[in-house]
């Protein structure tokens, strides 16, 4: 899965990304800090996968991954030229997610761009500015398609009407995820690379100490079908230096309870409407996995290898809690919780799965 970070210059951006890779971009009190885009692979621990790990005898634990992608923030009027982070929108049309971070708090040491703290503004200002950038891209794209239609070519009509009624509804200051993509072209909107079309998880970068999402977000948070989390940006990339204990130790102090970096990355996999599965053979490693909510067991042997999804024969499922208590796939086999299934199983949160296949 792949996220990519947007939002105001000194927004919080950089230091939610340092906080969630340790990486070392860097974060400075300086309006366009980041001038190059960062990419960071988190890794997505799971205690369950650790407990089935120890009871299969795993070779090691390889989580799942979500890369997140860093860019330079977006002033108002970034589309006519200003500032720098239009340029980098680029880097995330392809990604699965955004992650809006909105500046909440309050210190007055930290410069902003429009010179007062005010976060809805700030949130309307990012939202007109993606649109823009999203009806430029729309046009670009619809002055190639028309040709394409012109041709006759079904899928083409059917993109071209639809990037018609695309345009319009960005013109009228509106997401594309507002239009919905046609049947004659499902390719349509990934082609676009449409960021308003994206899912959208807001962080709001609030003081340290806070753990609330200041009303008005979440309001539009709610209204937009979106995700909506309170972080501080700051203080997770400063507890991120320090060891677990430590950390815990510094966020009971603060009455901080969960990690900020936590509630970020599992805001994002509900947002998708992700479930986890895993993989996991004695001497072998055990692996996490992550398909969209309702999909089946041919998918998941698609997302481990496109081979295991081709030869696809049966698969052998058990929830990962019913295999720790049996100690083991011998024991689930013993008790008859260990099911055999075919393609069409619908995967559920947990299932640890074997997919037998012809190579
Ligand atoms: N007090 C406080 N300061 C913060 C917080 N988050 C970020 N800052 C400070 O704000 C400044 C800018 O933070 P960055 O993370 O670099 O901001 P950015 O959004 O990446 O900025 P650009 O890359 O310029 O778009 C730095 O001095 C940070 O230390 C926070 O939660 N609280
Ligand atoms: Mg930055």
Same mark, same amino acid.
């Given at each position: 899965m792949r996220v990519g970070i947007v939002g105001m210059p000194n927004a919080g951006k950089s230091s939610l990304f340092n906080a969630l890779t340790r990486a070392g971009a860097e974060a400075a009190n300086? $309006?366009?800090?980041?001038?190059?885009?960062?990419?960071?692979? /988190? $890794?997505?621990?799971?205690?369950?996968?650790?407990?089935?790990?120890?009871?299969?005898?795993?070779?090691? @634990? /390889? $989580?799942?991954?979500?890369?997140? &992608?860093?860019?330079?923030? %977006?002033?108002?009027?970034? &589309?006519?030229?200003?500032?720098?982070?239009n340029r980098f929108l680029a880097n995330i049309r392809e990604t699965d997610a955004v992650c809006h971070v909105v500046r909440a708090h309050r210190d007055p040491n930290v410069v902003h761009s429009e010179g007062s703290v005010d976060p809805l503004r700030d949130v309307e200002i990012i939202e007109t500015e993606l649109v823009y950038a999203d009806l430029e891209q729309a046009e670009r794209r619809h002055g190639r398609v028309i040709r394409e239609a012109r041709g006759g070519d079904r899928a083409a009509v059917a993109e071209e009407a639809w990037l018609r009624e695309v345009i319009a509804a960005l013109q009228a200051g509106r997401a594309a995820r507002t239009v919905p993509p046609p049947d004659a072209a499902p390719h349509a909107l990934r082609d676009l690379g449409s960021l308003t079309a994206k899912p959208v998880l807001f962080v709001a970068n609030v003081d340290e100490g806070e753990d609330e999402v200041p009303p008005g977000i979440a309001a539009h948070a709610r209204a937009q079908g979106a995700g909506a989390v309170a972080v501080s940006s700051r203080l997770e990339a400063e507890l991120a230096e320090l060891d677990e204990e430590d950390?815990?130790?510094?966020?009971?102090?603060?009455?901080?309870?969960?990690?900020? %970096?936590? =509630?970020? /990355?599992?805001? !994002?996999?509900? %947002? #998708?409407?992700? @479930? !986890?599965?895993?993989?996991?053979?004695?001497? =072998?490693? !055990?692996?996490?996995?992550? #398909?969209?909510?309702?999909?089946?067991?041919?998918?998941?042997?698609?997302?481990? &290898?496109?081979?295991?999804?081709?030869?696809?024969?049966?698969?052998e499922v058990i929830a990962w809690d019913a295999l720790v208590e049996a100690g083991g796939y011998a024991g689930g086999r013993d008790r008859g919780v260990l099911r055999l299934e075919g393609r069409h199983y619908v995967m559920r949160d947990g299932d640890v799965i074997t997919v037998k296949f012809t190579p």
């Open positions: 300086y $309006p366009f800090t980041t001038i190059e885009p960062n990419v960071a692979v /988190v $890794p997505v621990g799971d205690e369950r996968l650790d407990r089935v790990a120890q009871v299969i005898g795993a070779s090691q @634990i /390889v $989580p799942d991954t979500v890369d997140f &992608h860093d860019i330079a923030g %977006l002033v108002a009027g970034a &589309h006519q030229g200003e500032g720098l982070g950390a815990t130790a510094m966020r009971g102090d603060l009455g901080v309870a969960e990690s900020g %970096l936590r =509630k970020v /990355v599992d805001g !994002a996999f509900a %947002l #998708l409407e992700q @479930i !986890a599965f895993f993989t996991a053979g004695e001497d =072998k490693p !055990a692996q996490s996995w992550h #398909l969209r909510r309702g999909l089946s067991a041919w998918h998941a042997a698609g997302a481990i &290898h496109t081979d295991i999804q081709r030869g696809f024969v049966r698969a």
